[in-house]
């Protein structure tokens, strides 16, 4: 007969414990302690997955916010700093906006970098398969190069202007402003109207005001907005809008109250820049879509025209 516990030795007592000890668990134990762990990890697994989710769409949405600091800074400061290149000739400027270069997604000009050689090329524009539509391709690319002057060719040294290659300044990926059929580029004119006894200006904006007779309502009464976007005409009609004012610079009759009539590339005041770019716009990392609407001055106006010491 084995006597109780109590009554063991103290050494006989600890032995029996250890026994017990390494005895373990139960089956009924260990699947309990299984259940826990699966309904834990169940519990974890979309935690981690919204976690990333998040973290990635904010990622995505500064991502496009960082793209637009370039266009925000840079480039409207070129244009503020566009310039003719050379004097005049025979009475027929030589604008700071290339003549036939201006539409709704792209345009080309000349600004002042500081360079002794003379102002530099600028081209800014969006990849477009259908110019005439006035609109950038959904997901395209936004660019902006620069070509610098060569040495020695413009005035008064040289004869006129030359760059050479250019070189690509800005990219921005995923332009998103087709969703609402946003045109990337419009213009506004600073129009003088002198007579013998006063001058006036006016600004009017080309594609929804008259120009030199022409007179185009391409914009709707109601601004563009994500619930309410324009439609595809608006910019295709700015398109044709541009294409026909900006299509030549000649002289001015003398008879003219505006000195700058017949070369409306000369008379470009304002710049409105609307880039919109969402880089990963679908799927649960989709980031917020970002936007730089501005609409850029020249620095006065008399700082585009031409300078010796720029050009």
């Known amino acids: 007969m084995v006597p109780p516990a109590d009554r063991l030795p103290a050494a006989l007592r600890l032995l029996v414990a250890r026994r017990r000890d390494e005895e373990g668990v139960t089956l009924v134990e260990l699947l309990v302690a299984l259940m826990t762990l699966l309904v834990l990890f169940a519990m974890t697994v979309p935690i981690v997955d919204v976690l990333f989710s998040t973290v ?10 960082d793209q637009l600091l370039p266009v925000s800074t840079n480039l409207q400061r070129f244009i503020r700093s566009a310039v003719e290149p050379g004097p005049a000739a025979n009475g027929v ?4 906006f290339v003549t036939g270069a201006i539409s709704p997604t792209s345009v080309t000009f000349y600004t002042n970098v500081g360079d002794p050689n003379g102002p530099a090329k600028i081209v800014a524009s969006c990849t477009s398969a ?29 004869s006129g202007c030359t760059w050479g290659t250019p070189r ?22 600073l129009v003088e ?9 006016t600004t009017p904006l080309v594609g929804n ?10 914009l709707p009464g109601s601004p563009n907005t994500p619930s309410n976007p324009y439609s595809s005409s608006v910019a295709s009609c700015l398109e044709g809008a541009d294409n ?8 001015t009759p003398s008879s003219s109250t505006d000195p700058k009539a017949d070369c409306p590339p000369d008379e470009i005041y304002g710049v409105t820049v609307d880039l919109q770019v969402n880089g990963v716009s679908t799927g649960r990392t989709a980031g917020g879509q970002s936007e730089d609407d501005s609409t850029v001055y020249l620095l006065s106006p008399i700082s585009s025209e031409y300078q010796a010491m720029v050009g």
């Open 130 to 158: 259908d110019p005439s539509s006035g609109l950038c391709d959904a997901g395209g690319t936004f660019t902006v190069t620069e070509a610098a002057t060569n040495a020695n060719t413009c005035p008064p040294s040289g």
């Open 209 to 218: 005001s008259t120009i030199n007779g022409n007179t185009y309502s391409c």
């Open 168 to 189: 690509t300044l800005i990219t921005v990926d995923g332009v998103s402003n087709a969703n609402d059929n946003q045109p990337l580029f419009e213009y506004t004119l």
């Open 193 to 201: 109207d002198a007579t013998s006894t006063s001058t006036t200006y």
């Open 56 to 65: 990635a769409r904010v990622n995505n949405t500064y991502i496009n916010v």
């Open 244 to 251: 026909n004012t900006f299509a030549g610079c000649t002289s």
């Open 93 to 96: 400027p030589i604008p700071p």
